[in-house]
């Protein structure tokens, strides 16, 4: 059950991500050595990690990746397709 709810929160956040407001930022761009984080601590030696730092994580992630279903967004992989 508590595998079930979690995958719900992260498809939920996944969602959420994809279906950005047009308005928004293509990408929050900071610098490499700034996403560096120091809590590599929390994951066990079986790389187990509990579900909120895996939520909060997964939002870290979000909030600085590349969001390539932006309106805007456009490289030469795609260029010409509307």
Not at 16 to 25: G, R, T
Not at 30 to 48: M, P
Not at 55 to 79: C, G, I, M, R, W
Request: hydrophobic content about 30%; overall charge negative.
């Amino acid at each position: 059950m508590i595998e079930e709810k979690l995958l719900s929160q992260l498809f939920t956040k996944i969602q959420d991500y994809l279906n950005i407001d047009k308005d928004s930022p293509v990408v929050n761009y900071i610098g490499g050595s700034s996403l560096i984080k120091d809590e590599y601590s929390d994951i066990d030696h079986n790389g187990h990690t509990s579900s909120e730092k895996l939520l909060e994580d997964v939002d870290y992630y979000l909030k600085y990746a590349l969001n390539t279903s932006h309106p805007q967004f456009n490289n030469q992989l795609n260029a010409g397709f509307v």
